[in-house]
T-cell receptor, first 113, second 115 residues
Framework: SAVISQKPSRDICQRGTSLTIQCQVDSQVTMMFWYRQQPGQSLTLIAT?????????ESGFVIDKFPISRPNLTFSTLTVSNMSPEDSSIYLC??????????FGSGTQLSVL | KQEVTQIPAALSVPEGENLVLNCSFTDSAIYNLQWFRQDPGKGLTSLLLIQSSQREQTSGRLNASLDKSSGRSTLYIAASQPGDSATYLC??????????????FGQGTILTVHP
């Protein structure tokens, strides 16, 4: 399966700032997905990132808060904007490969003070 | 709207035991169901994927079953080892195509296998 590298692995940020999370895949993939896991909660899909088009956001998530870039078939970024303590979560990128299995990066542990 | 529930929330067993993790879902029109393990700092690892047309999948000591009519899936782990200690998540997809990648996750079962 593809190798998914996610950076940073963790960060501590101040309220009101923004953080950009990078996801690099070692092979070309059509669809990439961004998930959030809040403390003690399960994973929730934020958006689907397609190359060459705008990301598709799930209910409750908006582009102004979570802008996504997908410049090519191996790379995507998720920005968490104007952060508040409620944004403290693990953010994970994922890809589909080999049928409909999803594979995940190692995640970014974000803490907002 | 699909909802996924996992019980128990936590399980502690001695090494060598066989164990079963349970997952239930509300919408029987499930497209496929996937089991993952989550290790701290390592993201999620895909274990098994069961399509809606299948009843079970096996990989090594792991066996996952799917019963759409009852809305249940189980993950059976044989001869458990301390290295199996992790959080196990099940996730359902309600469609392929444009809904591909939209998984509904359960909250997980934290498994501890002690020597």
């Amino acid at each position: 399966s593809a190798v998914i590298s996610q950076k940073p692995s963790r960060d501590i940020c101040q309220r009101g700032t923004s953080l950009t999370i990078q996801c690099q895949v070692d092979s070309q993939v059509t669809m990439m997905f961004w998930y959030r896991q809040q403390p003690g909660q399960s994973l929730t899909l934020i958006a689907t990132a397609n190359q060459g088009s705008e990301a598709t956001y799930e209910s409750g998530f908006v582009i102004d808060k979570f802008p996504i870039s997908r410049p090519n078939l191996t790379f995507s970024t998720l920005t968490v904007s104007n952060m508040s303590p409620e944004d403290s979560s693990i953010y994970l990128c994922s890809i589909g490969q080999g049928g409909e299995k999803l594979f995940f990066g190692s995640g970014t542990q974000l803490s907002v003070l | 709207k699909q909802e996924v529930t996992q019980i128990p929330a936590a399980l502690s067993v001695p090494e060598g035991e066989n164990l079963v993790l349970n997952c239930s879902f509300t919408d029987s029109a499930i497209y496929n169901l996937q089991w993952f393990r989550q290790d701290p700092g390592k993201g999620l690892t895909s274990l098994l994927l069961i399509q809606s047309s299948q009843r079970e999948q096996t990989s090594g000591r792991l066996n996952a079953s799917l019963d759409k009519s009852s809305g249940r899936s189980t993950l059976y782990i044989a001869a458990s080892q301390p290295g199996d200690s992790a959080t196990y998540l099940c996730a359902g997809a309600n469609a392929g195509g444009t809904s591909y990648g939209k998984l509904t996750f359960g909250q997980g079962t934290i498994l501890t296998v002690h020597p």
